[in-house]
């Protein structure tokens, strides 16, 4: 059986899902979208290829492997993208939570079933019909649960918005230890950098008391004062519009020390540096053309 426990984002990391991104199928086309900035890219011609994909996916692993790290992937299903696993299933404590995904991506599920099979029966959640949550929204910090969602009226016409109203209200009831923390987001259909997708595509805590952040994600500025208080403005790295839109916070920590970062993202890397961090560099750019980047593509099962 596969033992479960994440109550943070920066644990020693011990077992993880890794995407993949072998046989993903053609490009979309533009009204298959789920985001702004494939959109974008499928209009310029410049969506990712399968090959520069299965090459930084490859190069993420390595890493992982490098330390020591358990992991899992996906059963391949031809022509489904299966990169970011992040989205289908996260684990709160020692459960394990199946999201409500986007019904058009529910084969994922399908392909991660042999790993679930082989978690304890009781320690699997599934949410109800009405409950929409995707991992992406929902960051570990110890006592904290910190959820993202939307409260705008439009919100079943919106692609971009994954997790309701509900979603945050059921993690409340599973966990009524944790002070469960809700932000409501910045969403476009249209507008890549006024898209925030999920939580983690403005906000992801790394060591033991710092993050980053973008503040314009937010539709409300009380949240992201939440965010300040809580770690400090001299912990908090601040990205600009142009940074989230390059997912500059969406890099995935190894451990409190390690942290796995895009090759380019140089002004988070040399800051990371800074602070005392080791950080492995990768290319992820052209999977980052989907709107999701390091995290999104990792379910962590085990961090000490």
């Not at 009781?122 to 939307?150: C, K, R």
């Amino acid at each position: 059986m596969i033992k479960l426990q994440v109550t943070n984002e920066t644990g020693r990391l011990r077992a993880v899902v890794l995407g993949i991104a072998n046989q993903n199928g053609p490009a979309p086309k533009a009204e298959e979208a789920y985001d702004p900035k494939s959109l974008e890219h499928i209009l310029a011609g410049t969506y990712p290829v399968e090959s520069d994909m299965v090459f930084e996916i490859s190069a993420f692993h390595d890493v992982l492997e490098r330390y020591g790290v358990k992991v899992y992937r996906p059963e391949l299903i031809p022509e489904l993208n299966q990169i970011f696993s992040r989205d289908i299933g996260f684990v709160v404590d020692h459960y394990f939570i199946k999201a409500n995904i986007l019904p058009d991506r529910a084969e994922e599920w399908q392909a991660i079933e042999h790993i679930v099979k082989q978690i304890t029966p009781e320690d699997l959640i599934e949410a109800p019909e009405e409950v929409h949550i995707e991992g992406g929204d929902v960051i570990l910090w110890n006592e904290y649960l910190f959820v993202g969602t939307y409260t705008g009226d439009d919100y079943s016409s919106l692609n971009t918005a994954r997790t309701n109203t509900k979603g945050v209200q059921f993690l409340k009831e599973m966990f009524p230890n944790k002070i469960v923390k809700e932000f409501d987001l910045i969403k476009s259909m249209t507008n890549p950098r006024k898209n925030a997708l999920h939580l983690d595509c403005c906000f992801q805590p790394v060591g033991r008391n710092k993050a980053i952040i973008y503040p314009g994600g937010f539709r409300n500025p009380t949240d992201y004062l939440y965010l300040r208080k809580l770690f400090g403005g001299e912990n908090i790295f601040t990205i600009t519009a142009d940074e989230m839109y390059e997912m500059y916070s969406n890099i995935f920590s190894i451990s409190e020390k390690v942290i796995v970062s895009e090759r380019r993202f140089d002004r988070l890397n040399y800051w990371l540096r800074d602070q005392g961090f080791h950080v492995e560099e990768v290319p992820y750019h052209e999977i980052g053309k989907q709107e999701g980047l390091l995290r999104c593509s990792t379910l962590p099962l085990y961090r000490d």
